[in-house]
């Protein structure tokens, strides 16, 4: 079967998605899928047609990801670090590799996928069930996603890990039950990329930076977290004396829509000084039900964040982001 590099290109996408909620990072899913091409090209005189190569594909990746989750430890958020801190505690920071990474709704989402597929995969990345997919060992956590991301039956699922079908249905029904235990499901309502309403009322908030705006469109358990530091905190009052104390050098920020983890999300830029420009600062994601949010994790690390986004680290006085020039116009 003649099979080109173009071929297997029609499948990045979904591919980086499938790794992305494996590894929980986007840089660790981009080099996975980036070695399972190196893998299939090199393999492409053994493929027979007897599976899909979309299947054939998932398969290199599923023992990529398993060869990358065996030489480190899982990621994770802030909120499962400890208990809510306060304002005045210290700033304790753990590496970028410590830490549950955002994704860019469009490294994964296929353009040629149907809609309902689509809404599919940007329900699969959410934050919370990518954080507790984390929490699954890896053969659960990949039946788990074969089974209910992808589609595939036992026996497909059975094929790729070389186990038998009763075991494949035996990790499912742990991996489903530790789920239900965290109180995720892969379609929770969540906070929709049609919140529109929300999403400028936030954005109106932010740019006058009216604190009691912001705290009033989150719930009352609501939590804020900042990766790379371990400090998060819940609740109104904390979240309003962070933004108007530690925080407050946020005022003025430049804050951009963007679409990432299937989510309303934001990039983030605090000002350098009076004509000055502004620099990078968070990558922004909220989660919530009901029209309301429910947390506001801000990621930190923007070295890394802002280019996978296509987002420059600094901005001129005078100058927008080409690719979010058009929320201003």
């Known amino acids: 079967m003649a099979i080109d590099i173009d071929q297997l290109e029609l499948h990045r996408s979904a591919l980086i998605g499938h790794c992305y909620r494996v590894l929980g990072s986007i840089a660790d899913a981009e080099d996975a899928v980036q070695e399972t091409m190196v893998r299939a090209w090199r393999s492409l005189d053994r493929f027979e047609g007897r599976s899909s190569l979309r299947t054939w594909l998932h398969r290199i990746a599923t023992n990529v990801c398993f060869d990358a989750l065996a030489a480190r430890g899982r990621r994770g958020r802030p909120l499962e670090e400890g208990p809510a801190g306060t304002v005045d505690d210290a700033l304790e920071e753990r590496p970028r590799s410590h830490w549950l990474e955002p994704v860019p709704d469009a490294l994964v989402v296929p353009a040629h996928a149907s809609p309902l597929e689509q809404t599919m995969v940007r329900q699969s990345v959410r934050l919370a069930f990518v954080a507790a997919l984390q929490h699954l060992p890896p053969r659960q956590r990949v039946a788990l996603l074969l089974a209910d991301v992808l589609g595939w039956s036992a026996a497909e699922i059975g094929d790729c890990l070389e186990t038998s079908i009763a075991a494949v249905n035996s990790a499912l029904q742990r ?151 058009s929320i201003f116009s």
Request: hydrophobic fraction near 40%.
């Open 175 to 325: 991996a489903r039950a530790t789920l239900t235990s965290r109180n995720v499901t892969m379609d929770d309502e969540g906070l929709t990329t049609d919140a529109e309403e929300l999403v400028e009322k936030y954005l109106d908030a932010f740019h006058r930076y009216d604190v009691d705006a912001l705290v009033a469109l989150m719930r009352e358990d609501a939590t804020l977290s900042m990766p790379p530091y371990t400090l998060w905190l819940q609740g109104h009052e904390r979240i309003r004396a962070w933004l108007t104390g530690r925080g407050a050098g946020c005022r003025g920020s430049r804050v951009f829509k963007v679409e990432a983890n299937g989510s309303p999300a934001f990039a983030q830029y605090r000002p350098l000084g009076e004509g000055q420009g502004h620099r990078a600062w968070a990558l922004i994601v909220l989660e919530g039900a009901e029209g309301r949010i429910g947390a506001w994790n801000a990621f930190l690390d923007t070295e890394t964040l802002f280019p996978k986004f296509g987002l420059p680290i600094e901005l001129a006085s005078d100058e927008f982001p080409a690719a979010v020039r």
